[in-house]
């Protein structure tokens, strides 16, 4: 079959350029003399604004976009008749817009008519598009006496967009172009900003023209840093150091040469006034955040995705005590009039006693320096209107220092005192009323004042302890990486302003001062590697009638690079992240067994792959990644033979590591669950000797730590019995009860 080419010829009439200079920005159609040829997809060139850094010379340039079939387009200049000395040089820049999807052309030459069949001449072959405005020269002398027309060729199949812009036809000049007059800033000139500066200069006012400009900027006396070449007369620079005296200059050029002895000027730039209002990132959310939570406790989380250098709008109250956080370390700067003027700054959390009524602006940023991240932080606030109440007495009680591997988790007690409170009846015996606390960790190695913190575990009531003092105590280091962090308390009374608790060297607890009453030091080391890291040695399975019959708390913390072979599913990185952990279990007379795993405060995404047959020639029954409750493994088998021993393997997707809870269970084993309403076990946390009884005979009680190692035994054959924990570590335990036919693990605190 014949192909048709089908072309759309903007004609002028036939007028032959001296010169012309086009840089597309006079209409979003063809310029008077240019020609769109429209030989493939449906989308041919088209001039107009396109996408951010679209244009070499804003706002427009000629473009071309995508299409699923080969382009076969053309852009055509006017008619050329070439000129010595007048018109014999041909120069343009082009782009291509997405270095993942790259555009190539070629330039064609016609001596004839700007018709595809009449471009029989190739000027430059087909290449790929630089992905940078480059600009391009053609030596038109060749062809000095004739009328031609130059053809930009679009050829690709399927990419992005392809740009031409800034294309001219003139004659090489014979010299190098006189120096730029720089204007702004003035040479000397002070308290120049150094979030955005904007530099200016002048084209030479006599000599031969400059084709551009490298701008050059930093601190030495002749600059060296080239900023980059351009065309036009102003350059935006960012990001420059407060307090700093830099130099440009700014060099005109030509296909001659380069201007010689032009001026370099200085300026020096503000200093910090402590408080960012720029955002490069804009506003987000889009949306005005309102609450209606100034309750003085609940965290009113604004966004979990926002960046450095961006803010926020916060509807707000006079009136109202606003506790801001950003981040861990972030500046935060509140703004009433749009960002205009600072209401309030300082490093997060930052309080501030709203005298406004109206949306604010929330900015944060990395430092006094305004630098924008784009990486997720939080933007939150508590807000109400708080007493002026504080308690008489706060401490941090007990320890000092504490030091657990990752995954496990210690206690922290603080004790607070207010006369007439806690040294009364209720509060003498009871808990008092009025009082919330906390116990705060700190980031990784920032010994720090607790009241810029953002980790803060709600402590409960210590009922045990009665004295003039009521105790709060709280869990914490079980979801820490490897590393030293700090750790106090927090109480508040009456919905009063936060104080803080610390203690000294003695052991002697009061009011966090920073220099005598400090922080605690809590030490998480690196996980030992747990029993059943290898597939050799699996922790065995007690299968009940549902999943809370006997389900095990575990953790692939310490976990080494598996030695099996790369399971069939959830694999991704597995090869050089995955960390496993293997278990078995043996199928009931059902010939039926359900493996599940779930969270426990740690892990939050495992995968699960079940086997038959031995460690040394694994056979999969099957695979899973996400069946069990949101991101947990479940995996119901059927038909299989009674007796049976499967092993598990359960790693966290993409090489995440944590504590997880696992279970076998069928339906069948229902007659022998474990009764909980009629078993007890007091006190927890314990400090010497667990007590333990049951409405059946209990046959044993193990204790094990939480990399699975069995660390006591004891046989009672009693429905009661106690054992004596006092030599462990302290830390979390699970112990795990037998009767004759059914188990049941507890987790118990050791202290």
């Known amino acids: 079959m014949k192909k048709i080419t089908l072309f759309f010829l903007l004609f002028f009439g036939f007028v032959a350029s001296a010169q012309f200079s086009e840089n597309f920005d006079a209409a979003t159609t063809a310029p008077p003399g240019w020609t769109v040829i429209n030989g493939g997809g449906a989308n041919g060139f088209i001039f107009g604004v396109g996408a951010p850094g679209s244009a070499f010379s804003a706002p427009n340039a000629a473009q071309i976009n995508f299409n699923a079939t080969a382009h076969d387009d053309y852009l055509v200049t006017p008619a050329i008749t070439v000129t010595a000395g007048l018109n014999d040089r041909l120069t343009y820049y082009v782009k291509n817009q997405d270095p993942l999807f790259v555009e190539s052309y070629e330039v064609k030459l016609s001596s004839t008519t700007p018709t595809a069949d009449a471009f029989t001449v190739t000027v430059t072959p087909v290449a790929e598009a630089p992905n940078v405005w480059t600009q391009f020269t053609i030596d038109l002398t060749p062809y000095l006496g004739q009328t031609i027309y130059i053809g930009f060729h679009a050829v690709s199949a399927d990419q992005f967009r392809l740009l031409f812009d800034d294309v001219v036809n003139d004659t090489p000049p014979a010299l190098a172009p006189n120096c730029a007059t720089l204007t702004t800033p003035a040479n000397g000139a002070v308290d120049a900003p150094y979030l955005s500066l904007n530099l200016a200069w002048s084209a030479p006012a006599a000599g031969a023209p400059a084709a551009s400009y490298d701008v050059y900027l930093d601190t030495n006396i002749d600059p060296t840093t080239l900023l980059g070449n351009q065309t036009a007369l102003t350059r935006t620079v960012t990001d420059l150091l407060p307090e700093t005296t830099y130099y440009w200059k700014v060099v005109a050029k030509n296909s001659a040469g380069d201007a010689v002895g032009c001026s370099v000027f200085s300026f020096t730039t503000m200093t910090i006034p402590g408080y960012c209002l720029n955002a490069p990132f804009g506003q987000w959310p889009t949306a005005t955040f309102t609450t209606a939570n100034c309750d003085g406790v609940t965290v009113n989380t604004v966004t979990t995705a926002g960046y450095a250098g961006e803010y ?43 005298n406004y009524t109206g949306a604010i602006r929330f900015y944060s940023h990395l430092s006094e320096l305004c630098e924008g991240e784009d990486v997720n932080r939080t933007r939150s606030f508590v807000c109400g209107i708080l007493s002026e109440e504080t308690p008489d007495y706060a401490n941090l009680q007990f320890p000092s220092s504490a030091t657990v591997s990752q995954g496990e988790s210690t206690i922290v007690y603080a004790q607070i005192y207010h006369a007439g409170l806690t040294d009364v009846e209720p509060g003498l015996s009871g808990q008092a009323a009025g009082i919330q606390a906390w116990i705060g960790i700190s980031p990784v190695g920032a010994n720090t004042n607790p009241n810029t913190w953002s980790n803060w575990v709600l402590a409960t009531h210590n009922a045990g302890q009665v004295s003039n003092n009521d105790e709060y105590q709280a869990s914490i280091g079980d979801n820490l990486t490897p590393g030293t962090y700090y750790y106090a308390s927090r109480f508040r009374l009456n919905d009063g302003q936060f104080v803080y608790g610390g203690i000294n060297s003695n052991d002697e607890g009061n009011f966090w001062d920073g220099t005598t009453y400090l922080s605690g030091v809590l030490t998480v080391t690196p996980p030992p590697v747990p029993n059943n890291d290898e597939c050799a040695t699996p922790t065995t399975l007690t299968a009940g009638a549902v999943f809370t019959s006997n389900p095990l708390e575990t953790t692939n913390f310490g976990a080494t690079l598996s030695s099996q072979a790369t399971p069939s599913c959830g694999a991704f990185n597995f090869d050089t992240v995955g960390k496993d952990v293997w278990y078995s279990v043996t199928v009931p007379a059902s010939g039926n067994i359900t493996i599940e795993t779930k969270s426990n405060g740690g892990l939050t995404d495992t995968v699960m792959e079940v086997y038959s047959g031995d460690c040394g020639s694994l056979v999969m029954v099957e695979c899973d990644d996400d069946d069990g409750d949101v991101n947990f493994s479940l995996i119901p088998l059927t038909g299989r033979t009674a007796g049976e021993v499967l092993i598990i393997r359960v790693w966290g997707y993409n090489g995440t590591s944590g504590n997880f809870a696992i279970a076998a269970y069928d339906a069948s084993l229902g007659t022998n669950d474990f009764d909980s309403l009629n078993f007890s076990s007091y006190p927890n946390p314990v400090k010497d000797v667990l007590n333990v009884s049951y409405i059946q005979n209990i046959t044993s009680v193990e204790v094990f730590n939480l990399l699975g190692q069995k660390v006591i035994t004891k046989t009672l054959n009693s429905n009661e019995g106690q054992i004596d924990m006092n030599s462990l570590s302290n830390g979390t335990y699970l112990v795990k009860v037998a009767t004759e036919n059914a188990t049941k693990t507890i987790k118990v605190i050791k202290q």
């Open 312 to 354: 926020s709008s916060v509807q707000v109250v006079s009136g109202t005590t606003y506790f801001f956080s950003s981040g861990t370390t972030d500046l935060i700067t509140i703004s009433t009039d749009g960002g205009v003027t600072a209401a309030a700054f300082g490093t997060t959390p930052l309080t501030w006693v709203s």
